[in-house]
């Protein structure tokens, strides 16, 4: 188990925040940083035109450690709907092919394929989970010939079950169709080896599991889409842009790599540095051991909730970091506000308690929540 990390926030004491899956707190290091990054730009005489490529170029480093993958493979992006635009405009849809997506899934990487359905004259298919299963044998019968992509999450961010990603990536190869990730619930808190997954996208927004602020996120590019089209044409993305005595001598080609698919004015350091920040305090512990100690923390709440009489998946059906808590005759009415009246702040997702820790969470927090769902 790492221990717990609770000093290195701002989180006061009898506050007990088992929500990381709604939005991360940010760290004292996230904070300096981004004030750091905000002073940086508050002299913008000593702010050097070399400046708006290294502070990028230093999180785009950090960010494909997380991911395990070539820094080339890595674009940055404001958002996961920016990120899953990005892939829509760049996989392949015929005209009566199917998107396989989850039934429930998050919004944003719902409606970005029916806007594409709708054009190209194919249909989404939401896969349904058989009752207390993980999703992967459900997502892996959708997939057939007419399947042109499959967009999913590694972890469903309502329930937290599981999608062998790796089983969906060969399948997905068999029968031609694209694969596209949606990692936000899961990327910096569950192991993944994304060589072995071989997904064309796969986007994760920062300001939950990866520990950064709002407005930041990070879009894997397979190399096999690097020629592709961006979004958007903003200057920084083109080859040359580091000379900036001739950015009028406009240029066809850009920078290498996923750099194409950048966000306009990625060059922000506050937000950079921030993210920077709350990436180094996953990698000095490494994604393995956050998975097991948060494994831990869920297991030992499901064991004591289950003398309760609470349902929870277990480790394997669900990701090790999520914990979905169901209540046989239904989740009471204001339990969620009765919660946060005594300062016990999760999240109501369906008909379960979504209970997500982190490792600012420490024995107080797991005896405060079972007392008071006692």
Not at 21 to 39: E, K, N, T
Request: proline share 6%; net charge negative.
């Amino acid at each position: 188990m790492i221990p717990c990390q609770r000093d290195r926030f701002a989180i006061p004491e009898g506050v007990h925040y088992l929500n990381c899956a709604y939005m991360a707190p940010l760290s004292h290091d996230v904070i300096a940083a981004m004030d750091a990054g905000a002073r940086a730009k508050a002299s913008p005489w000593r702010y050097r035109p070399a400046d708006f490529f290294t502070v990028s170029e230093s999180f785009r480093e950090k960010a494909a450690r997380i991911a395990g993958v070539a820094a080339d493979c890595i674009a940055i992006v404001p958002s996961a709907s920016y990120g899953l635009a990005v892939a829509a405009a760049n996989v392949p849809l015929a005209r009566g092919q199917e998107v396989v997506t989850l039934a429930g899934q998050f919004p944003s990487n719902v409606y970005v394929w029916q806007e594409l359905v709708s054009r190209v004259g194919a249909s989404v298919r939401a896969v349904e989970r058989p009752s207390q299963s993980c999703w992967s044998e459900a997502v892996l019968e959708t997939i057939h010939p007419d399947t042109g992509i499959v967009a999913v999450p590694h972890c469903h961010w309502a329930d937290g079950r599981v999608v062998d990603l790796v089983a969906v990536g060969a399948k997905c190869r068999e029968v031609g169709a694209a694969l596209v990730l949606d990692l936000t619930q899961s990327l910096g808190a569950m192991p993944i080896d994304l060589a072995a997954v071989d997904p064309d996208f796969a986007v994760a927004a920062r300001y939950k599991w990866l520990m950064g602020p709002y407005g930041t996120g990070m879009l894997y590019v397979a190399p096999r889409h690097h020629g592709g089209t961006p979004i958007e044409h903003n200057w920084i993305n083109r080859a040359g842009s580091e000379d900036f005595a001739r950015l009028v001598d406009y240029r066809a080609d850009f920078q290498p790599g996923a750099r194409r698919f950048d966000m306009g004015e990625k060059a922000n350091p506050p937000l950079l540095m921030g993210a920077g920040a709350g990436l180094d305090f996953l990698l000095t512990f490494g994604v393995e051991a956050i998975a097991a100690s948060l494994a831990a923390q869920t297991e030992a709440l499901a064991a004591r909730a289950a003398a309760l009489g609470l349902e929870a998946a277990p480790v394997g059906t669900r990701a090790p970091h999520f914990l979905s808590l169901g209540f046989p005759a239904g989740v009471p009415e204001g339990l969620t506000e009765s919660l946060a009246a005594r300062e016990i702040h999760v999240s109501l997702r369906g008909t379960s308690l979504r209970v997500t820790p982190h490792l600012y969470n420490d024995a107080a927090d797991a005896e405060a929540l079972i007392a008071a769902l006692g």
